[in-house]
């Protein structure tokens, strides 16, 4: 088993504007031990994680990856979540770049086809269509109509951003419709997996992992 | 945010599509912090760079160690491998601003961290 980041520096307070890791967190986190054997045989030399929030996510798969060899983006539209995964990645002996952005605006075209690893724990939650756009910590979980407006909106990305050998994962939830997401990433000539799954109180949690056929 | 970033990065303002990039770096507050030295990944990013962007970018920061164009045997020239690796991941931006030189904009970079948000008129 691998260490869960020390996230000891993120305080109760801080979790009132930056999403504190939770079930779908630690799914994301089993997915990437699992997937270790993969990740050291990929080698990326450039990761991105969207919306790495507390930096949880990326602390941990930084540790799986090594430091010096890949160059580890981190983006998030809420500037204090930039700035927990910043000090996460402090805290755990890890350089991580952060910019502040929705999604991967500004990186394209100059990271088109340059991201080995790429990952994104996304809004999924089914809420109003008015409450996605946020640049607090409802920008970590309001998704929209089906859970889907912000996934649907970083999809088409996914083929610009991938490198030939690149892998693309994402936690989604069964309102996301993983079907449909995975038929969608085919038409871009993905194949895809479920790496894992878990039923979280009502929540039936999916990590779909996606590789250039 | 490391000098490697400021190579990443460009204007996305609405329509602003020429003269982009790189964004011109002003009032930058510049610290230097060790990192470890890994050739095999500098190696890698050879190609990744825009290499002539960056020796402009550092000059206007008075970092003149980079040749101005990349030496041919790059990749197997330690010297040259180690000033790159100073420069593009050592070098840490603090505060300051990235300027468009194409429409003006300007992104600021606080707590080490570029904003690249825009007002949703310009995106």
């Keep these: 088993m691998l260490p869960t980041p020390d996230l000891s520096h ?43 929030g507390s930096g949880c996510v990326t602390a941990f798969v930084g540790k799986i990856i ?9 983006t998030d539209i809420n ?10 990645a402090r805290q755990n002996q890890l350089s991580v770049d952060v910019v502040e952005t929705h999604l991967v605006d500004a990186l394209l075209p100059r990271l088109e086809n340059q991201i080995d690893l790429l990952y994104f724990n996304p809004p999924y939650v089914l809420t109003p269509s008015e409450e996605v756009g946020s640049h607090s910590v409802e920008a970590a979980w309001a998704g929209g109509i089906d859970g889907r407006e912000v996934i649907d909106e970083f999809l088409p990305f996914v083929k610009r951003l991938l490198s030939a050998k690149g892998a693309f994962y994402m936690v989604v939830v069964n309102e996301n419709k993983p079907d449909d997401i ?8 993905f194949s895809s997996s479920v790496v894992k799954t878990r039923l979280a109180g009502r929540e039936k949690l999916f990590i779909l992992k996606f590789t250039r056929v | 945010m490391r000098l490697i970033t400021h190579n990443m990065l460009q204007c996305h303002v609405k329509g602003c599509n020429a003269n982009n990039f790189p964004l011109e770096l002003q009032e930058v507050v510049l610290e230097q912090e060790e990192a470890e030295l890994n050739e095999d990944f500098l190696r890698n990013m050879l190609n990744k760079l825009e290499y002539e962007a960056l020796v402009a970018t550092c000059l206007k920061l008075d970092i003149n160690d980079l040749p101005a164009t990349m030496p041919a045997d790059a990749m197997y020239n330690d010297e040259f491998l180690q000033i790159l690796h100073r420069v593009i991941l050592e070098t840490h931006i603090k505060s300051g601003k990235m300027v468009c030189p194409n429409c003006q904009h300007i992104y600021n970079i606080r707590d080490g961290i570029p904003n690249m948000l825009l007002a949703e008129h310009e995106v």
Excluded at chain 1, 36 to 46: D, G, N, R, S, Y
């Design chain 1, 79 to 88: 500037p204090r979540a930039a700035r927990a995964t910043f000090g996460t």
């Design chain 1, 10 to 52: 993120l305080k109760k307070k801080d979790y009132e504007h930056i999403y504190e890791p939770a079930e779908d967190t630690f799914l994301f986190l089993d997915a990437f031990e699992d997937e270790v054997p993969f990740l050291k045989e990929l080698k990326p030399t450039i990761s991105l994680e969207i919306g790495s």
């Design chain 1, 66 to 74: 090594g430091e010096s060899n890949c160059l580890k983006y981190c």
């Design chain 1, 182 to 189: 995975r038929e969608i990433m085919a038409q871009d000539g």
